[in-house]
């Protein structure tokens, strides 16, 4: 059922619309601000203005009827109430009545009138016909709407007593029949005693807007015109009125003392419970934080909410690190199988894409595809977030939630703590009070969906999809001098993930980082930026993994529109924080253009070069910067957590490009003293900046319709077939790489890199075809390039487990090479 919340909502939003309309209405009369954009009159065009009259008059009447049909709904079980309350068996007494079905007589007369009058004009339409004494006097009886409105909340409490009291009530209360339009297939429908009650609010609400078309398509001469600018003037008066007396009611709930307890925020977090993940809706109230699960609704009742649990917020306590037991053992979804699933999502999305732009679009097949879509985002979002937030009841029990990001736990906490700063007691709540607490949260969530993008409307944006290139430049305002360094956050599918991380600059209080980052965008709308003090107390060391517990300093936040998207130049922010000011620049690029392969002007350097001319030139086998980069990887980042997953600095990366393109002596010097997620990142760039994949652009399909073949011993032939017909400096060069790669995997429960996790980073790198070649095999990239992806990522990870016995099973004049090439 719609709710207080939502009537508080609908008129702050209708004011709002009504503050827009006045002062178009004054531009107009004033002839000032924008003349074309006027409030829709034909003008110039008489007759399409009383046209359009006369059809806002009949969706008027249309809506008049089925609103008067849900008040006859609503008034049925009234007279045998009223009947059953003088006998010995009453349902409900006179005063219950009276109270539930307050006002709602005289509204129905009212609206009933209105209707009898305007039906026959709309019968028998003359352009000159007069309406507007109809809508004044509807506007002038608009008072008992506010005796309603006062009562409403009464009324629909008094329902929930009365059915919990009354079993026939309750059925009576949980099934009214609502006559159906005269055009309908469907003679009547269920809904709820509440859910009409609410109707109205609704109504009442929307009586401005009403107004404001019948205006817009009233020539100014027209005799109804200042009757209804009175009409409207009433109506705005009105709900003026009714807004200041209801806004101070938002979001409480009403306690047994009198006292009220306000709704803070909510929002759908994973909760650890049994060693299983469920999702659950948390409610943090001035004086609680409620832990709910919504359940599953049955057709004609509203929302309910299931508590699992609560905490008084003087009782709930966040334990010190020493103090910390142990997480709890829980099954983690490895994160190969994450990055299919988001695959899996971005094809459905572009299926449905494809299904609404055919001709004959199949509504079935679209509803299809988004169901399955929701159910594959909800399993993302229940099995991504891995950041622990513990809380404790110092009466009892600890709770575990798991979050996708550091920036919203520390939302969490600093909300909890604020409301600790004021004096609160414990408390138990007694079975009642529990029930209408967890009732009210229906009516107070701010939250109403889980934030998956199949819950979002048509018209709402998609986010941004390509790369962002974010140069964290310095910060000021710092009172201590500390360790301080920055991590960047973005959202994804739904949850916010953690994407790049500075240097942790020592004692300062102006930190100037001046590092560059590239982080992917999968349909993004927000970067976080949280700012880190490092701790190097070893006391304080975290004792599970993924616990950050060095503290967040200042955090905040940029808005990614399309005007970031569209800019092609730097554009500088400032982002204030705590007294703290972070200043960065970005610039965002799409993914075909990221990823474009583009030749090197330049022959004499490595970047951009046909592999075979660098190891010709070289005079090797494998070229000179992919046998460095990896010597450097083993050496001392073969434990490193998400090596070639976690992005180098830019700049960092930028520099040995330079280095190796002009071969500069002092290159392994520089590599060793080189961030070691910029020297992968390096060669990650390397492969990418080919002119041509290093699996070649001529057995690309080949490639992607080998891995397809469902026959083990077919694909296995065919796969080595082509990795036999690779050319030489190709195929050294990719089996050097894979044999690093595997020896990276093998420290996978140290770095948490999986030979799945590594051809997810080098798949698309090593096999994405050039530009040219990418055109003929894909119409339209953008629609395919999940698909792509997928296939890219199959064929590496086919070689990375399924690696050949020995080179001459490959090529008997191929010399095998060795680890010193």
Not at 48 to 60: A, H
Request: charged share 25%; proline share 4%; net charge negative.
């Amino acid at each position: 059922m719609e709710d207080e919340e939502e009537v508080i909502g609908l008129l702050d939003k209708v004011l709002q619309d009504e503050d827009a309309c006045m002062e178009w209405d004054r531009a107009e009369i004033s002839g000032s601000g924008h003349p074309s954009l006027n409030l829709g009159k034909s003008e110039g065009d008489p007759e399409k203005t009383l046209e359009m009259r006369n059809l806002v008059l009949s969706g008027i009447l249309a809506s008049e009827e089925i609103y008067l049909n849900q008040l006859e709904a609503l008034l049925l079980p009234l007279k045998p109430l009223k009947a059953a309350a003088t006998t010995s068996q009453p349902v409900l007494t006179n005063q219950q009545i009276d109270t539930i079905f307050y006002k709602v007589q005289e509204i129905h007369h009212f609206h009933r009138e209105f209707c009898d009058s305007l039906r026959p004009k709309i019968q028998n339409w003359d352009s000159q016909h007069s309406v507007g004494h109809l809508f004044l006097k509807l506007a002038e009886s608009l008072g008992v709407y506010k005796a309603f409105v006062d009562n409403y909340k009464v009324a629909v409490e008094m329902v929930g007593k009365c059915s919990q009291a009354n079993a026939n009530f309750q059925k009576i209360s949980e099934d009214l029949k609502v006559k159906s339009p005269k055009d309908s297939k469907d003679c009547s429908t269920s809904i709820t005693l509440e859910a009409l009650l609410y109707k109205p609010i609704d109504r009442v609400t929307r009586s401005t807007l009403v107004l404001h078309d019948l205006l817009k398509h009233t020539p100014t001469e027209h005799p109804d015109y200042p009757l209804l600018q009175d009409a409207l003037r009433i109506s705005q008066n009105f709900l003026s009125s009714i807004n200041e007396e209801i806004s101070d009611r938002r979001t409480l709930v009403s306690l047994a003392k009198g006292e009220n307890r306000q709704l803070v925020r909510d929002g759908f977090i994973v909760e650890l419970s049994e060693g299983a993940r469920k999702l659950r809706h948390v409610f943090l109230f001035t004086d609680l934080l409620l832990c709910g699960k919504l359940k599953k609704q049955t057709v004609g009742r509203q929302h309910q909410y299931d508590c699992k649990w609560y905490i008084p917020l003087a009782d709930l306590t966040f334990l010190s690190l020493e103090d910390l037991e142990p997480c709890p053992q829980t099954h983690t979804v490895p994160e190969h199988e994450l990055e299919e699933m988001k695959i899996k999502i971005s094809h459905i999305k572009n299926e449905i894409q494809r299904e609404k732009k055919s001709v004959k679009v199949q509504s079935r097949a679209v509803d299809r595809l988004k169901k399955k879509l929701c159910e594959q985002e909800s399993w993302l979002l229940l099995h991504s977030p891995t950041i622990p937030f513990r809380i404790h009841n110092k009466n009892g029990k600890s709770f575990l939630f798991l979050l996708s990001s550091d920036y919203e736990r520390s939302d969490w906490r600093e909300a909890i703590e604020k409301l600790q700063k004021k004096e609160l007691q414990g408390f138990v709540l007694s079975s009642l009070e529990l029930q209408m607490l967890t009732g009210a949260c229906v009516k107070l969530r701010t939250i109403h969906n889980i934030p998956v993008t199949s819950n979002k409307e048509d018209d709402e944006p998609t986010g941004l999809n390509g790369f962002l290139h974010v140069i964290v430049q310095s910060a000021k305002g710092f009172e201590n001098s500390a360790s301080l360094y920055c991590t960047l956050e973005v959202d994804s599918f739904g949850y916010f993930v953690s994407k790049a991380k500075t240097r942790v600059f020592r004692d300062t209080t102006a930190p100037q980082w001046n590092e560059e980052f590239e982080i992917e965008l999968e349909g993004s709308q927000t970067l976080r930026i949280l700012c880190y003090e490092k701790l190097y107390d070893k006391i304080k060391l975290n004792k599970d993994d993924n616990e950050i517990v060095d503290k967040i300093v200042g955090k905040g936040q940029v808005q990614l529109d399309t005007q970031t998207a569209q800019s092609k130049d730097w554009q500088s922010a400032v982002i204030e924080m705590n007294g703290i000011e972070v200043e960065l620049s970005m610039k965002f690029t799409s993914r075909d253009l990221s990823l474009k392969r583009t030749p090197s002007k330049k022959q004499s350097g490595v970047f951009g070069v046909k592999i075979n001319v660098v190891t010709k030139r070289e005079r090797s086998k494998v070229p000179y910067i992919v046998r460095q980069c990896i010597e450097e990887v083993e050496k001392r980042g073969i434990e490193e957590v998400g090596i070639y997953r976690v992005s180098g600095v830019a700049t960092d990366i930028q520099t040995l490009k330079a280095a190796f393109d002009m071969n500069t002596k002092d290159v392994l010097v520089m590599l060793s003293d080189m961030d070691i997620n910029a020297i992968a990142g390096t060669l990650k760039l390397y492969f990418r900046e080919l002119p041509e994949p290093l699996l070649t652009d001529r057995f690309y399909p080949a490639f992607v319709e080998g891995i397809a073949l469902s026959d083990p011993a077919a694909k296995e032939n065919c796969m080595l077939h082509l990795l036999r017909s690779l050319p030489d400096p190709n195929l050294n060069t990719l089996l050097f790489l894979l044999d690093h790669l595997k020896r990276v995997a093998e420290k996978e429960p140290i770095n948490k890199m999986s030979l799945h996790n590594l051809a997810t980073v080098f798949g698309p790198t090593l096999l994405r075809p050039s530009e040219t070649e990418y055109k003929t095999h894909a119409n339209i990239a953008s629609d395919i390039w999940s698909h792509e992806v997928m296939a890219q990522v199959q064929v590496l990870l086919y070689y990375l487990q399924h690696p050949p016995v020995s080179i001459s099973e490959l090529k008997r004049n191929t010399l095998y090479y060795s680890t010193d090439v």
